[in-house]
């Protein structure tokens, strides 16, 4: 594996995205390989976590997709700084005088799961852990630390012509969780061709899950076992929301 002190690691995600997987992304097993591919990959928090690795990352919403090009294509320290902090609540960030990377950014610092075409200021975009200036100087230091990787739109297509290839890789597959939240998908998630294609797959794979949090009905289109409870959502009093995550984990040719 390349030394990380070659190529710095970012220290947090470069975007909010639900399910990014970053916070999780110390427990799940350590690459093996060199190469990393997140064929279905959001906010990419596994890969950000070892971003030193040669990524490659496939993104099917198209926001989000955008996003990722942009990052790794054309930001630079000073694109980032000069995206504005404290923009009023209820504010049109397409009406920022900004390159659309930089307004994607913006918006995915909104909310958590921004699909769609919400580009207003939220009512806690300004708050900590939003967009403030603390966490732009951070993605300004830390998108350094994305420019060796490539993206791509379609995860099935990334998945399918990997697996010709010989050389060691590591898998993080995290796609659309069979019971959970559907981010607006037009057409049905096909989790057979997902199991069918990771069954082929050589080298290290890790492959993300959860139990339904309404029936606890356990997806069985691979033989996933429990991982670990996972804090969704902080609430007052301590009422956090948790989901039962599971993975899928093999480490032979």
Sequence with gaps: MPSQNRIKTARGPLFKWFGSKWQNSRYYPAPHASKIIEPFAGGAGYSLRFSHCDVKLAE??????????????????????????????????????????????????????????????????????????????????????????????????????????????????DPVYMFNYKYRMKTEFDYERLSNAVFKLKGQVIVCEAVCPKTNAVPDYLPFKFFRNSVTSRRSQGNNTHSKELMYYKNAD
């Design 60 to 173: 099917t919403d198209p926001h989000i997709s955008e996003l990722w090009a942009w990052l790794i294509n054309d930001a630079t320290e000073e694109l980032v700084m000069e995206i504005p902090v404290d923009i009023p609540v209820g504010f049109d960030i397409r009406i920022i005088p900004m390159a659309k990377g930089q307004q994607l950014l913006l918006k995915n610092w909104q909310r958590t799961n921004n699909v769609g075409d919400c580009w207003t200021i939220s009512p806690w975009g300004n708050m900590p852990g939003q967009w403030t200036e603390n966490a732009r100087t951070r993605v300004s230091r830390d998108v350094s630390c994305v420019k060796h990787w490539e993206v791509r739109e379609d995860g099935f297509e990334l998945l399918e012509s990997a697996l010709r290839e010989d050389r060691e890789i590591t898998w993080f597959i």
